[in-house]
């Protein structure tokens, strides 16, 4: 099985991913990681240099590369869901489990790292704020095409991988 997890940047993906991953004896993924891996340059300098579509098309391509392993979580960005037919691809291919965070949540989070993140490394906190708000509303009908919907805050790995299980023990018997 492959699990997807996707959600807003700082629902936490790949913080939990690595744990989860490790808990259920699966590989780990990340694929801005994955990415900045094979093209030598971080996720800010592909931005920088070659524009967001390109970084999209570098996504998908490594999005779709997962596809070589199948015990594996994949924790994606926060924009995979929402470019081409990526969504629908990563429920054909696997379970995506959105972790959902209020804006709240998300912007106390990503006030203290927003240097690493392009879209939003030179806002303000009040910019901050209403850039994900617009962004949610947005992506949430994305991320909501997702089979498992979980609460970010304070999930923690051992009810993540409850959660999965659960929903794979049902499904399995469908
Ligand atoms: C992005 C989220 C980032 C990264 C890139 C774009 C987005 O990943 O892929 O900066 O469009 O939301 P994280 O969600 O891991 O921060």
Known sequence: MRIYLIGYMGSGKSSIGKKLASRMGYAFLDLDTRIEEEHNQSVSDIFA???ERAFRDLERKALHQTISTDQVVVSTGGGTPVYFDNMKWMNKHGLCVYLKAGPEVLSNRLKHNQQL??????LNEEELMEFI???????????EQASLHLEAKDLTPAVLEQEIRAWLDTHSKA
Request: aromatic share 10%.
């Open 49 to 51: 240099d070659k524009g």
């Open 117 to 122: 993140r392009p879209l939003i490394a030179s």
């Open 133 to 143: 708000v617009d962004q949610l509303e947005q992506r949430s009908p994305f991320y």
